[in-house]
Nanobody
Framework: QVQLVESGGGLVQPGGSLRLSCAAS????????MGWYRQAPGKQRELVTT???????KYADSVKGRFTISRDNAKNTVYLTMNSLKPEDTAVYYC??????????????WGQGTQVTVSS
């Protein structure tokens, strides 16, 4: 079975930085797109950023210039570096990945979520 495990969330002051990590494990044959979504209280889950296997990236307008996504294919890990954090970035951040297991069709996988709180 494939699992995505996130780490790196926490409490940070406005203007601060955090780095989230998400490691995929299990019977992995290949990983296509990886990304991060977030869900604030009372709001729908929204796309933050994605990165393809060819390192093509996409960002939500609200985080462009502040957040950077990267991946380490050798470690099956995706990272989210968040700078200049704002209170409106407060949310549960979820890792997402399109993963093909050995001898299987691609599947859409989610991590358990990690809380990011931006507050003074």
């Amino acid at each position: 079975q494939v699992q995505l495990v996130e780490s790196g969330g926490g409490l940070v002051q406005p203007g601060g930085s955090l780095r989230l990590s998400c490691a995929a494990s299990g019977s992995i044959f290949s990983i296509d797109r990886m990304g991060w979504y977030r869900q604030a209280p009372g709001k729908q889950r929204e796309l933050v950023t994605t990165i393809t296997s060819g390192d093509s990236t996409k960002y939500a307008d609200s985080v462009k210039g502040r957040f950077t996504i990267s991946r380490d294919n050798a470690k099956n890990t995706v990272y989210l570096t968040m700078n200049s954090l704002k209170p409106e970035d407060t949310a549960v951040y979820y890792c997402n990945a399109i993963i093909s297991e050995k001898l299987g069709a691609p599947g859409n996988y989610w991590g358990q979520g990690t809380q990011v709180t931006v507050s003074s």
